[in-house]
């Protein structure tokens, strides 16, 4: 799916397509110049704006991409009156957010948008492993018609392991997956999780899924184990 962020903020604008990439999202960003060129030429499934931008705002960009096209639109702005976000949703905006954020409200909120405009259309991420499903985007594991719910760091590790495709993931590839920028998470923690998720594992009657490799890291039973 493809994102386009209008933000002249670099530190917000850089997070936010780091968070969005990790997510295998296609991410385009713009700074507030040249916005409908962009738009034109990029043709992306969503777009994340800011209010406070260059020259013109975005309430005046909204209505004029509105114009263009119906493509979602949610505004992620500091302006947190209710002015502000009455102004915003006239304009033609799906959402609005107010800055702080956090990240997985936000992925929330774009999930709900692009359910409500694509409908059953939308692009799921989906990943599969000996008829297990992982859906990446609404945070489930699926097995035998049955389902269970994730924590966003569950759904990394498990990320990470079904790319692998039963090859061992180290436990410093999946702490670095989860806690990228967080010094003081220590090999513990990531037991934790893995614990956590076995649990789960077993309500699905997959007590073997997730198998531990001494010393070096995690894999998923292939069947052949």
Known sequence: MKVLIIEDDKI??????????????EVSTNSGIDIMEDVKNIKPDIILMDIILPSFNGYFWCEKIRKATDIPIIFISSKSEDLDIIMGMQMGADDYITKPF????????INAVMKRYYGNNIIKSVLEFNEVMLFVNEFRLEFNDNEINLTKTEMLI???????????VT??????KCWQNDFFIDDNTLAVNINRIRKKLNKLGLDDFLLTKKYSGYYLNDGRN
């Open 171 to 176: 436990r410093e590839k999946l702490m670095d």
């Open 12 to 25: 917000i604008l850089n997070s936010l397509k780091e968070y969005l990439e990790n997510w295998e999202y």
């Open 102 to 109: 956090n990240f997985d409200v936000l992925m929330v909120k």
């Open 158 to 168: 498990l990320k990470s392991l079904f790319e692998a495709k039963g090859e061992i």
